[in-house]
């Protein structure tokens, strides 16, 4: 980290000295990740009205060599800096009072680097559903195990598990009076092209031979993508949860007469906060290992860390863009 994200950094902790930062809610969650890990399950599914099938424990393994690897990921200097932009970028918002340009590309750019569910983890559920018809009996089982852990890690964002979940972004978005953000105008380039890392991760050679070493290899590879992307949006999400009900309130004091109104302005942020994407990251962890012992692929810790890595400096140069645009105008 320079010495100017490093000041920056302590400046956000010298504000705010009961509120954590990104990297706080990172060890808390690795720390725990054990606990975590025991708990998780594929939900039972009522069959009949009195007959259900049980809940599936998630299998994981490797888990303390995955832990050290998550650890050495966040206090990876590429990860701080990210971090740090993010973080900055957040203060920058947090810091406007009225809606100009730069709030109207943070809504815009923000966004697209909330792709993830949609352009890798759906397609990656699409593409194995496809594909478990021409799979070996003995492999079937494998192949919808993995699916479903895939379903959930994105059905919350398909609104399955939140509802209303589609509308969440816009409530916030007019109770900021940014109904806007969505033209073109305010695309920002270095979040365009993020969100198209993300599109060629979840098509990766999706034409190539299902039992090609390619094909398998780009399954388990975009399974790692969800799996970074969640732990990212995890700590993204509880750091601003900390400040937006103040934020919103500020901006827009007549939210505070409408209960409702301000829990559908505050909801897109609160919705994801907690453990919701921490655990969205635990079933794509799951799937991916599932996957890896259903088509005999191994699963190296090291490909997901530099996986992590890779998808942090991508995501942190995104938020680098969005600081410049918040703090470039008024
Ligand atoms: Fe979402
Ligand atoms: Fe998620």
Known sequence: MSSESLRSHFQIFEQNKSSKSMHQF????????????GNLKIPGRDIFGNFQRGPLFAQVDQIAEIQNAMHE??????????????????????KKDKTDVGVLKFFNGWNETHKTTSLVSAKIIMRLSADALSVSAERRAGYHNVMAHMHEVAKDDFGLGHKGHDGMYDYMTAAFGAPDWVESQYKVDACELFSAFLYATGVAEHKSPMNSIEHKQSIMDAMMVSIASELWNGREYNFLAQHIEKKLLSFNPLLSSNVQDLRNAKGYVLGHAGEVENKHGLHALAAAQTYGRTVDLRFEVDRLKEIMLDYNQRVGKAFNSLHVALTSTG
């Open 73 to 94: 990921v966040l206090c990876h200097p590429s990860t701080q800096e990210a971090q740090t932009y993010a973080e900055n970028a957040f203060k920058a918002f947090l």
């Open 26 to 37: 990172g060890e808390i969650f690795i720390e725990a990740l054990t606990s975590y890990l």
